[in-house]
Every structure is written in structure tokens, then in C-alpha cells.
């Protein structure tokens, strides 16, 4: 769906992406990660000419781009930044129905649309309609941002540290928000963060990044648990394993074992079903229709890992 | 309609007394003459509406043009084509706002001449300044954010402008386009002394034979207008800003 394919962009005497080249397949998410200044937000940018590349092609849906208009191209690609962009003068509603209204879909067809994205993301279109940017708080302004995103369908999504601005307990609900779009949807997504445990939690694949050039391209479990070198490793330090369980429902590991003692909701995910039975001392948690244990848990992340 | 109506009420109030003045001109010398105390002053053969519409023709004339021509140029010069001319233009308008209006209207008159097109000129140069610097400042502080996802989102340069830059930045170029009205209500006084007409003849001329009735049927209503402009544009800039 998005190709790089020895991608380089120098400025001047400085090269912030260096000869990159990777394949982002149609519905997944592709995390791109790195420290500050490894080339991460140039590398999205690059997808959608906000920075012209000084070498090497890049093709999205099997096109060259340079071949789209380069508004249109834009308008193709869903936009979400970190500082979430949202337009102070115009309320939720008209910020949500920009795009479609530079395609110049109908009234109706945009306002019906927008709404539904509102629904989307988890909110009252009869509250938040006519807000205006400034009457939201971090977590419903990103919200937002990301029904604005949406608002057209592009099947290819471009998300620029979108939860990055947002305190720790909002982050986590959004992430899952954003997971459960995820599966109705399957849009492409170029995800980048400098946030390890975001990358596992949300990542189908994720790059790694340093110093403009890609370090290793791989899945969470495979980056994780066979680190290319010492960067890698170091960049997840031991915390990784233990983030990979966030990924994890709870359901992954239950086993058809009856136990009346202390239960967690079906939606938790193996890292919060850890965390209680530390904090708690519980060897077992009732859920799903069974229950889960130590040695459930460890017995299905070594199959994960393999 | 915004909570804070409270200029287009003293707006309102200072408009109807420009109008009682207008309709009542000649009462109004007689109280001026009066409180004056000075017996034997001359009488104004013609109605003080008469100046006070050439007045109003005045700055409406250079207003208009003013508002148009600079907001094109402050826009053109926060355009990429103009990146290169921003920095002088910028300087001058600084420099320009120092320079005093009276020696403004005096260079203009070689130029276009003695009378209304001179004194026309030299109003729209000086209203400009103010304008212009208002729109290149207002349009630059858009949040980098919001251009960022406009162009991001696929708006066109164009779009940029009509859809991001310019309804955000309304507020500061109304702001801009108030202070060179109000100004140029009171330069408008000096055209009359390069024979434009106006209010400001009835003050030039009082000046002249010391007469201060005279002189206070000129700078009230100058005074009053002023004021007038200033509250109603105020209100407008209000009721036109996002924040």
C-alpha cells in the first residue's frame, strides 16, 4: 500500500532520512519508532509531499507519488499531528467536515458522515457539534481529530505522535478507542511515536529508527524477543516482554478450569491480569468463562514468542 | 450575537448625538456662541451637515481604498511570492507611522495638487500603514498547527488563505483597519488647510480669527465621529472574531 523504496532527504549538509526502504501492507499498522531526530516525523511527511524526498520513489496504492496532484493526494490520506491542528474558529462539526467539504460532497452526505464519525470516537454528536476547540479538553480535541481524519474514508491513515500531548490514563483509553476503530475499519496506518509501550500495544509491525535509517523492520513479539543489536535492545530494555502482554486479551489464555475467586473483566488485557494477581497474591483469575494462571499466561506467551 | 453589546450602545448614543448637532446646527452655534462669551462673532452662512458630509466623503473615500489596497498588499507580502518584499515593506510601514500626517498632506499637494485628491492621497497613505502592518502580523501569528493540518488535509494555497489564514487572523486586521479610521477622522481635519473641505475648515478658519465658538463647531463633531468609529468598529471586530 505504501512503499519506500531507497528514500533519502537530505537538508542541505544534513540527512534526516537515509536511502530507507520498507512496505507498509493494506490494513496494517505500521509503528514507526525512534529517539528524537532519528527522521520518524520527516519519513511520514514524506507520504504525503508535506516534504518533497531528495532520492529514491515512493508509490502508495502501486502509484508513483508524484504521478497524484499533490492536493489530491492529500485530501487521499487521512492527516492526524500531535498538536491535533484543530481549526479554533470553526466549531467541532465544521472541523470534522473539512476535507469532505474540500471534495465538495453534498451538505447532507457531509453532515451525516461527520456525525457519524463523532459516534465513532465515543461522542455525543448533540453535545459536541457545536463546541468550538477551544471548549475541549486534550483527550476529546484528539478525539476529534481523529473523527477529522476519518471524515473522507482514506484508506490510508497518517498519524504524527497523535496520543502524544495527552496524559497517561486518557492516552491508554484512546489507544484502545483507536484499536477497536481499527478492527471495524482496517485502514493502512503510518503510525509514529517515540512511546515504546504505545509501539507494542498498537503496532502489527513496528520500524525502528535511528539516525535517519531503519535499524529493524519486525513484529512486536519477533522485535522484542530477537533484537537485531544492541540499539534494539537497549531501546526496549527488559520492559518490552512485559509490555507484549498489553496486547493480549485476557481471553488469549484462558483455560476451562472453574475457579469462584476473584475475577477481571473479559476486556482486560494480560498486563492488567498480571498486575492484579502481583498487587493481590491471586495464583488465579475467574474470566472469560474460565480462568486464568501463572503458568496459562507463561505457557502462552512462550507460543507467542517462538 | 455576542455577550458584550455594551460599544453599540454608546455607539449608539454618541451617533444621535452627531445627528442632533447635524439637525439643530444653528442652535447648536448659538449655545457654542454663548458659552464662548464673545459678542459680535460671524455667523456660518452654510449649514455645519454641509462639512461634516464632506468630511464623512473624506474618510469613506480613503477608507474604502485604504482597507482595500492594504489588506491586498499586507496579504501579497505574507505570500511566498512576497517573502522577499516583506522585510522592506514592514520597514516602512514602521518608519511611516513616525512620520507626522502634517507633513504628509504637505508633500502630497505637489504631487496631486491642491484640494481633494491631494489631501485624498495623503489619507489613504497614512490609514495604510496601520493596515497593512495589522494584516502581515495577524496573518504571520496563525497557529503553525493549523496551517500545518490545512495543508496537510489538501487545501490549496488559496484555500489556505480564505479557509484558515484570514478568518483567523480577522480579528488582529480589524484591529488594524480601526486604529487608521479613527486616525484618519482627526488627519481628515488637516485637509482643510490644502483646501479639501471638511470639518476642519471651520476649526482652520477659527484658529485664524481666534474665534472659539468656531472652533468648537469643528472639533466636536470631529471629536464625536471619532469616537463614533471607534465604538461601532470595535463592536464589529467583536462580533467578527472566533475567540
Known amino acids: ?306 | 450575537m455576542k455577550g458584550n453589546n455594551r460599544n453599540l450602545l454608546y455607539g449608539a448614543i454618541i451617533g444621535s448625538l452627531i445627528l442632533l448637532i447635524l439637525v439643530f446646527g444653528e442652535d447648536f452655534q448659538r449655545i457654542l456662541v454663548a458659552i464662548s462669551g464673545k459678542e459680535g462673532t460671524t455667523y456660518l452662512r452654510t449649514p455645519v451637515y454641509v462639512y461634516f458630509f464632506q468630511h464623512l466623503w473624506m474618510i469613506g473615500i480613503s477608507g474604502v481604498a485604504s482597507v482595500v489596497l492594504g489588506t491586498s498588499l499586507g496579504i501579497f507580502a505574507t505570500t511566498t511570492h512576497g517573502s522577499d518584499f516583506k522585510q522592506t515593506l514592514m520597514r516602512l510601514v514602521k518608519l511611516g507611522q513616525a512620520f507626522p500626517s502634517p507633513a504628509l498632506l504637505a508633500l502630497a499637494v505637489p504631487v496631486f495638487g491642491y484640494g481633494f485628491n491631494g489631501a485624498l492621497l495623503a489619507l489613504v497613505i497614512y490609514a495604510l500603514m496601520p493596515i497593512v502592518y495589522n494584516v502581515v502580523v495577524g496573518i504571520d501569528e496563525v497557529s503553525k498547527d493549523a496551517i500545518e493540518a490545512g495543508k496537510g488535509m489538501g487545501m490549496s494555497e488559496l484555500q489556505l488563505y480564505t479557509k484558515v489564514k484570514l478568518p483567523m487572523a480577522l480579528s488582529v486586521i480589524l484591529g488594524g483597519i480601526r486604529t487608521a479610521m479613527v486616525i484618519n477622522v482627526s488627519a481628515a481635519t488637516l485637509a482643510a488647510a490644502v483646501g479639501a473641505g471638511g470639518l476642519g475648515v471651520l476649526i482652520v478658519n477659527g484658529v485664524r480669527t481666534f474665534d472659539t465658538a468656531l472652533i468648537m463647531q469643528g472639533a466636536i463633531p470631529v471629536t464625536l465621529l471619532a469616537i463614533f468609529v471607534e465604538l461601532i468598529l470595535k463592536w464589529t471586530q467583536e462580533q467578527l472574531s472566533w475567540k
Open chain 1, 1 to 306: 500500500m505504501i512503499r519506500f523504496e531507497g528514500v533519502t532527504k537530505n537538508y542541505n549538509e544534513f540527512t534526516a532520512v537515509n536511502d530507507i526502504s520498507f512496505h507498509a501492507e493494506k490494513g496494517e499498522i505500521l509503528i514507526i519508532l525512534g529517539p528524537s531526530g532519528c527522521g520518524k516525523s520527516t519519513t511520514l511527511r514524506l507520504v504525503n509531499r508535506m516534504v518533497e524526498r531528495t532520492g529514491g520513489n515512493i508509490q502508495i496504492r502501486g502509484r508513483d507519488i508524484d504521478t497524484y496532484d499533490q492536493v489530491e493526494l492529500r485530501r487521499s490520506i487521512g492527516y492526524v499531528i500531535q498538536s491535533t491542528g484543530l481549526f479554533p474558529h470553526m466549531t467541532v462539526g465544521k472541523n470534522i467536515s473539512v476535507v469532505p467539504n474540500l471534495l465538495k460532497w453534498d451538505e447532507e452526505r457531509i453532515k451525516d458522515r461527520a456525525i457519524e464519525m463523532l459516534q465513532l470516537v465515543g461522542l455525543d454528536h448533540n453535545v459536541y457539534w457545536n463546541k468550538k476547540p477551544s471548549e475541549l479538553s486534550g483527550g476529546e480535541a484528539q478525539r476529534i481529530g481523529v473523527a477529522r481524519a476519518l471524515a473522507s474514508d482514506p484508506d490510508i491513515l497518517l498519524m504524527d505522535e497523535p496520543f502524544g500531548a495527552v496524559d497517561p490514563i486518557n492516552r491508554l483509553r484512546l489507544q484502545r478507542e483507536f484499536m477497536r476503530i481499527q478492527q471495524k475499519l482496517h485502514k493502512t496506518v503510518l503510525f509514529v511515536t517515540h512511546d515504546v509501550d504505545e509501539a507494542i500495544l498498537l503496532g502489527d509491525r513496528i520500524c525502528l529508527m535511528d539516525q535517519g535509517r531503519i535499524v529493524q523492520i519486525d513484529t512486536p513479539e519477533k522485535i522484542v524477543m530477537n533484537p537485531l543489536n544492541e540499539f534494539v535492545e537497549s531501546f526496549f530494555k527488559g520492559e518490552g516482554a512485559l509490555t507484549l502482554l498489553s496486547r493480549r486479551s485476557v481471553c488469549d489464555a484462558v483455560e476451562k478450569v472453574e475457579f469462584s475467586g476473584k475475577t477481571i473483566s473479559p476486556d482486560a488485557s494480560l498486563k492488567d491480569a498480571v498486575g492484579i494477581m502481583l498487587s493481590t497474591g491471586e495464583e488465579r483469575l475467574s474470566t472469560c468463562g474460565g480462568s486464568i494462571s501463572w503458568d496459562g499466561i507463561l505457557r502462552m506467551m512462550r507460543g507467542d514468542l517462538k
